[in-house]
């Protein structure tokens, strides 16, 4: 993290030397997909749907791991192999103008899926143990404008802790 930057998010344990960490939300992801897309082939109702479509960055490990919370075994063989952008942001993308299925954090898209850009056809999601922190180096917590942008974000994903804490 370079001097310069106030705060950055990162994706892991929590444990980074030198950083004050702050937990967001868990890491937790699903495939999504435009309705066009789905609708184009005759529906997704079910895991092994998904090999209709290209599932945008297939060799991500995420696929795998989804696929075998769903109860299913993930057959790289039935894959059709979308994009390979390498971010989220822009599988996301890929996903809302109709390229392919996206394995996303469904609580940083819930927004398109609330908006019915994206679809999410099932509940199940993987985990790879991860969460979303806020870290700024621990010789920078008391500057004030790295306390009220902390507050700031802590407030914002304060509904997603509390659900997170809930009972299943």
């Known amino acids: 993290m370079s001097r310069h930057r106030c705060c950055a998010s990162r994706t892991g344990t929590g444990k980074w030397p030198g950083l004050t960490e702050h937990y967001l939300?868990?890491?937790?992801?699903?495939?999504?997909?435009?309705?066009?897309?789905?609708?184009?082939?005759?529906?997704?109702?079910h895991p092994e749907d998904l090999y209709k479509v290209a599932l945008c960055c297939a060799t991500d490990p995420w696929w795998k791991i989804w696929f075998e919370a769903a109860g299913v075994p993930?057959?790289?063989d039935r894959v059709i192999a979308g994009p390979m952008l390498g971010s989220q942001a822009y599988d996301a993308m890929a996903a809302l103008t109709d390229q392919g299925a996206a394995i996303l954090t469904r609580?940083?898209?819930?927004?398109?899926?609330?908006?019915?850009?994206?679809?999410q056809p099932f509940e199940v999601l993987g985990s790879d143990g991860d969460g979303y922190w806020l870290v700024h180096l621990e010789s920078?917590?008391?500057?004030?404008?790295?306390?009220?942008f902390r507050d700031w974000v802590l407030a914002q994903t304060a509904d997603i802790r509390d659900s997170e804490a809930l009972p299943a």
Not at 107 to 119: F, P, R, W
């Open 107 to 119: 609580n940083i898209y819930s927004a398109l899926l609330a908006k019915g850009q994206l679809i």
């Open 74 to 76: 993930f057959d790289p």
């Open 25 to 45: 939300f868990k890491a937790d992801y699903t495939p999504m997909l435009s309705p066009k897309l789905a609708e184009s082939v005759g529906g997704i109702r």
């Open 140 to 148: 920078r917590r008391n500057t004030p404008k790295i306390k009220v």
